[in-house]
T-cell receptor, first 115, second 116 residues
Framework: AQKITQTQPGMFVQEKEAVTLDCTYD???????LFWYKQPSSGEMIFLIY??????QNATEGRYSLNFQKARKSANLVISASQLGDSAMYFC????????????FGDGTTLTVKP | DAGVIQSPRHEVTEMGQEVTLRCKPI?????LFWYRQTMMRGLELLIY????????DSGMPEDRFSAKMPNASFSTLKIQPSEPRDSAVYFC??????????????FGPGTRLTVL
């Protein structure tokens, strides 16, 4: 079975500072993908960034980067230069090759950016 | 592309009534997912399809829930009879690629269901 753990129910960050949102995962499948999604208060789910289990380099997408530490089974999201619009719920998710790509989501972290 | 389309956006019904939620995935996407989101249980995967075939329905809470995907452009999630504890936001998501590939999921806007 797959499991995603996000241990930070809520986080605060000052505008323009960087913030790291934690995510650890558990799977016995050697082949998997890790994803981060953003859910603003309006409710939609927005894909942010993806990291494959065999990728050698950490993924980056604009101000988002994924700190992937395979041995520790962690896939932390780093947001640089936080903006007020970054205030939202953030979900870490995983898809595995077995079970035909079943996805598993963590409980989420609520990020609040302070002006 | 219009993205994933869900209807209705809001549904208020009375306990015991049948509820049907609809989803149109992004054209060309091979996988479709139904999720339920509540404050208490977070985001739960209910069922997902690959190439219109149900792959895993282990997340469907009970027999009152059923899902179909008659073709590549349409899926339904039905609750019959509905109960107050079914109140939640139901998301449909689609994903390109084949089973086992790691493509991101594109979510619809969700259907907010309230069962009185």
């Amino acid at each position: 079975a797959q499991k995603i753990t996000q241990t930070q129910p809520g986080m605060f960050v000052q505008e323009k500072e960087a913030v790291t949102l934690d995510c650890t995962y558990d799977t016995s499948d050697p082949s998997y993908g890790l994803f981060w999604y953003k859910q603003p208060s309006s409710g939609e789910m927005i894909f942010l960034i993806y990291q494959g289990s065999y990728d050698q380099q950490n993924a980056t997408e604009g101000r988002y980067s994924l700190n992937f530490q395979k041995a520790r089974k962690s896939a932390n999201l780093v947001i640089s230069a936080s903006q007020l619009g970054d205030s939202a719920m953030y979900f870490c998710a995983m898809r595995v090759r077995t079970n035909a790509g079943k996805s598993t989501f963590g409980d989420g972290t609520t990020l609040t950016v302070k002006p | 592309d219009a993205g994933v389309i869900q209807s209705p956006r809001h549904e208020v019904t009375e306990m015991g009534q049948e509820v049907t939620l609809r989803c149109k995935p992004i054209s060309g996407h091979n996988s479709l997912f139904w999720y339920r989101q509540t404050m208490m249980r977070g985001l739960e995967l209910l069922i997902y399809f690959n190439n219109n075939v149900p792959i895993d329905d282990s997340g469907m809470p009970e027999d009152r829930f059923s899902a179909k995907m008659p073709n590549a452009s349409f899926s339904t999630l039905k609750i019959q009879p509905s109960e107050p504890r079914d109140s939640a936001v139901y998301f449909c998501a689609s994903s390109p690629g084949l089973a086992g590939e790691y493509n991101e999921q594109f979510f619809g806007p969700g259907t907010r269901l309230t069962v009185l």
